[in-house]
């Protein structure tokens, strides 16, 4: 035992060397790009230098990292230490979304925009005290393990991989079109092709050392978008206020936005959202709260962004890795930190770029505008007066344009796509372009590594789970038969669904299709020969491949529907996963049939009402019973349904007045309800089974599931 | 030395592992939801130097504190608790 430990304390001292040398390496890097950039070097090199440089850091450590052995591939030997998976998770966790959107989320929305910091935080502790450690005594290797050897077999493993590939694609996909979306604004890359470099950043990273890879570049993706992200707010803290904390600071920022609110109204530049008249064109104070969500689709938020976080499976594998159940829990609280030091500073960001807007843009004169707009209305993303606001004189024109126009800008004549806030803070405080450049590759880390994880977990659950343990154990026949008829479904798939083209004028479709073809004929020779764990790694590596070519191809035809629906995925796994997961482990009488009746009812409640309010909402008139959505300050409806409703992205129609967001409200009771009604009616389960219920309950001994690993 | 791995031992950890999660369900509950119901009472005081409305701070990095020191304070407890009743790991 004493060699054992003595062995993990100098990895965990080799860790701390290597990952720290790492981060000297990369402060070194910047200074020396802020040198090039001194002496002359064009911006558009400087970037470029910054996200290949980083990229290829990423995949070096993707490809030193490489393995040839199951248990490392699927969950990295499980000798991760608590603080190192922390970190690991905090960048599986944080996605392009919280890197570049919470912000402008909080810029928009003030007080109630804290919903979202609120839920995707406070879930850890659900994880923690719930479901995590319990999973990792229990031994998984994927979320659908521990599903189908608590809930008696195949039928809910498959349910468990249709919860998991239904709340993880969606999400994947807009991870690969934020690597698109950001590389193709700072690099001027063209869009599909930037999507194809993304594409192959995670190919390197996840392909060929699954697990074990993933949590190595996450570590420092981790290190890269933390950087990225607090150092021009702490430059501009400092500057503003003379102390480099602005967690602190922005605190006088809020109060003199208050005061410029008053101001502003006063002046008549703005008018007051009331409960008589409010909308996009009226200014919402930034600390009153629920003028954008009414109270219940505020907790409502809260409360399925938290539960949703201890249901989705790319997190809840995170914890599989470590080298304890102790460290399990240690280590969810260091995710939390490092997640925390991002989300507490989200808020400042918001605050000071609302300032800015506040004072330097609303209330002055169209002629003395800032001229760091100018790039952002280039590319549409800044409106004035309506129009994109590229040059001073686009803005001056389009003033005069509307009929008396006071000639000083007014609330209601600015509009902000808010991806901006966190990518202008730089230029707003006046900081040389090496740091736009160092937002843009921390941008990019957070999308990357939130990509691994997910189509790790995806691909992890069709080749352990859909493959090793449904397809491999049948006979001979029946399996040709099912494989061949998987791979027709695939390519069936591919030709009609994959649409858009990719890189070099090629469709995606042919890419998809000639890929497959190139695999198959590369590996069937191997695979006849090859043993149980060499057919096991390359069927987990083709499966990866698969998935990430069809989730850039979804990504490269940017599909605005898919990019709404990933906030979907948490109350989609919130429904599905969740009571099956705390039932499972915490009341010894759920049934087999208990759980898979109610994870069906719960995940099928919140996907129906998903489904009809954005794509039937007429029909969810004419037969379920639902009304139209209110306003939330004003309180009056928002659509009349009585003259029929068409689909639009704004939901318009629900009941009581719930977001589809938040379906998951909907879905977790009913899961539980029906969980444990059906549970209470049929026998109880086996001695055995809730003798090893008491085992996993127990962090001493041998994990519950042991895995041939050779 | 640590209790035999008994039924009734099996019961006494499984019972205190109960009542702390449930303990800490409830100061979950209540700074992830209960405080923020009295955000605009809460908004009327100003945090002396710093100038946050506190119902505003709460939710922006009051609670946020809260659950992190939280995740260290019970993954130390539940360990006490294993410690205890002989299921802790080496």
Known sequence: MATQSQASAAFYKQLGRMYGTYTGAFVAFIVFLAILEYIGVPNRVIGYLFVFFTLAVYAIIGVMTRTAEVSEYYVAGRRVPAFYNGMATGADWMSAASFVGMAGSLFLFGYDGLAWVLGWTGGFVLVSILVGPYLRKFGAYTVPDFMSFRFGGNFARFLAVVVLVACSFTYVTAQIFGTGIIASRFLGMQFEVAVFVGLVGILLCAMLGGMRAVTWTQIAQYIVLIIAYLVPIVILSTRKYGFPIPELTYGTAIAEITAREAQLVKDGLATLCTAANCGPTTLKPHIQPFLNYTPLNFFGIIFCMMVGTASLPHILMRYFTTPSVREARQSVGWSLFFIFLLYFSAPAYAAFSKLEVYTNIIGRPITEIRPWMFTWGELGLIQVCGKNAASLQAVIDACKSIAGHPGVIRFQDFVINTDVIVLSTPEIAGLPYVVSGLVAAGGLAAALSTADGLLLAIANALSHDVYYKMIQPMKQQSRNLTVWIIGAVIVFIMYWFMTGTGPFGIAWRWWGIGGLAVIAAATYPFLQNANDVQRRLVIARVLLLLVAIASAATASTRPSDILAMVGWAFSLAMAGNFPALVLGIWWKRTTTAGAIAGMIAGFGLCLFYLVTTRYYPQMGVDYFGMTAMLNPTTGLPIVDITKGVKPLAVQQVGWFNLNNINCGLLGMPLGFLVMIVVSLVTPAPSKEMQALVDEIRKPRGRTVLEEKTS | ?90
Do not use: C
């Open chain 2, 1 to 90: 030395m640590a209790p035999a791995d008994t039924k009734a031992n099996q019961e006494a950890h499984w019972s205190k592992t109960t009542r702390l999660m449930l303990t800490h369900l409830g100061i979950w509950f209540f700074f992830g939801y209960v405080i923020h119901m009295f955000v605009n009472q809460l908004n009327a005081i100003k945090i002396p130097i710093l100038g946050f409305p506190l119902g505003f701070y709460m939710a922006a990095q009051g609670s946020l504190i809260v659950f992190v020191v939280m995740l260290f304070a019970f993954a130390k407890q539940q360990d006490k608790i294993d410690r205890d009743h002989g299921y802790a790991e080496d």
